[in-house]
C-alpha cells in the first residue's frame, strides 16, 4: 500500500506564509514526478506545482514568485514553500505523486487526504 500524508496546513494572514509537507511511504519502488494541487470553495482542483524526480519545477501563473516546491528523493518527501499569501489562496491542497509501487508494476498517480490552508485576516 502506498500513503501519502500530507502536514503544515493552517490559518495565516494576507502576506503570511506556509510550508506544506507530504511523505510518501508504503510499497515504493520509484518516484516520478511530485506536486501539489488545490481546490477552493465552489471551484474545481487546479494544479498548482509540479517537480520531476530531476527537480525541474512548473508552477500555475498565480503562484509563480510567490510558491517554491521542492523534494527529497531520499526522504520520499515534497514540500511547497508558500510566501506572500493571499485570500484566493484559500483552498484544500493535495499533494500528489507517480508511483511505481513495485518493479513489475506500472507507474500510477496517487494522492494525499489534503491540507487545509486559509489566508484571512
Known amino acids: 500500500q502506498v500513503q501519502l500524508v500530507e502536514s503544515g496546513g493552517g490559518l495565516v494572514q494576507p502576506g503570511g506564509s506556509l510550508n506544506l509537507s507530504c511523505a510518501a511511504s508504503g510499497s515504493i519502488f520509484s518516484i516520478n514526478a511530485m506536486g501539489w494541487y488545490r481546490r477552493a470553495p465552489g471551484k474545481q482542483r487546479e494544479l498548482v506545482a509540479t517537480?520531476?524526480?530531476?527537480?525541474?519545477?512548473n508552477y500555475v501563473d498565480s503562484v509563480k514568485g510567490r510558491f517554491t516546491i521542492s523534494r527529497d528523493n531520499a526522504k520520499k518527501m515534497v514540500y511547497l514553500q508558500m510566501n506572500s499569501l493571499k485570500p484566493e489562496d484559500t483552498a484544500v491542497y493535495y499533494c500528489?505523486?507517480?508511483?511505481?509501487?513495485?518493479?513489475?508494476?506500472?507507474?500510477?498517480?496517487?494522492w494525499g487526504q489534503g491540507t487545509q490552508v486559509t489566508v484571512s485576516s
Open positions: 517537480i520531476t524526480s530531476g527537480g525541474r519545477a
Open positions: 500528489n505523486a507517480n508511483i511505481r509501487p513495485r518493479v513489475d508494476y506500472f507507474f500510477n498517480d496517487y
